[in-house]
């Protein structure tokens, strides 16, 4: 940390370089960073309503709109009726989706552990609990 710079601005700093990692692990798959997470949440949420969606995106639903049209455009989602509700649509991911939400988490675990490689195993049990500690706030 140069002595300039601020904590937050350090950790910001740190934030943006994961960020660009991330997109740079996308570039695969020519998805954007919001869509791969949408990918993610469909992954662990399956059959979702577009209002939990956004809610778990903390985008507006109608934006969550646009995020289904487009996981649908690609194949990736697919929109059913809801059983418990005949007004409301379930966002669905097809296998395509599923494998493709599999192979991005795969890469994202694999590019961050080449990014936290260079800190020792006991820096980086801290980190982990130091920002396991400022996740709960």
């Known amino acids: 940390m140069d002595q300039d710079e601020s904590l937050p601005e350090t950790f910001w700093a740190v934030a ?20 791969a997470r949408a990918l993610s949440v469909l992954s662990r949420h399956p059959d979702v309503r577009l209002s939990t969606l956004a809610e778990h995106l903390r985008i507006a ?13 690609l194949g990736l989602a697919v929109r059913q009726p809801d059983p418990g509700d005949r007004r409301a649509t379930l966002l669905t991911l097809t296998p395509k989706g599923e494998q493709t939400a599999s192979a991005i988490r795969a890469a994202r675990q694999a590019s961050g552990e080449e ?20 996740r709960e706030d």
């Open 16 to 35: 943006r370089r994961l960020r660009h990692r991330t997109r740079e692990a996308l570039e695969a798959w020519d998805l954007s960073p919001s869509l």
């Open 61 to 73: 639903a109608r934006t969550a709109t646009e995020v289904a049209d487009d996981l649908t455009e």
């Open 115 to 134: 990014f936290f490689e260079k800190l020792s195993a006991a820096d980086k049990a801290d980190l982990a609990r130091v920002l396991a500690q400022l």
